[in-house]
């Protein structure tokens, strides 16, 4: 009987404790959340979205679109025309849109695609490619450049 309570109470403990130990937030998880935090306060827009068909990442699963990080900047006084480009081999290559925008080049590391509409620029990109946050100042120069082309 006395060996019973032992187990009963060390399998409580370890419960307890493996709880504990569950709730912990992943380095990488918190690492994303500081990096979004930093972003809306530079005035960036971050979220997460279902990714467009025409950026051409692959599906999660048969039936369920990959979700993807997108970055954008809201320019009030804008009227920016309706633009869509996947970024291959670091430029920029036209899906639908005005040419002047076609072989743009990217320098930024994980950009997927930008696309452009009314009074919003935006960026679709892997936020695993830039953990540490090193370019958000970059992306956002870089998405009122191309408001200004």
Known sequence: MENTGIWVALAIIIFVLGSI????VSPREKALGLMREKARNM?????????PDWIKIPMAT???A??????SVLIPEARLP?????VV???LELVHGEEKF?????ALKGIYAIDM???CVGLYWDEEADLKATQLDDIKAYLHSLAEL
């Open 21 to 24: 130990f569950g709730l912990r």
């Open 43 to 51: 005035g960036l827009h971050p979220r997460l979205v279902a990714a």
């Open 62 to 64: 048969e039936s369920r």
């Open 66 to 71: 990959s979700m993807v990080a997108y970055y």
């Open 82 to 86: 309706l633009m869509r480009a996947r």
């Open 89 to 91: 081999d670091q430029q």
């Open 102 to 106: 076609n072989h743009t080049p990217v």
């Open 117 to 119: 509409q009314a009074n």
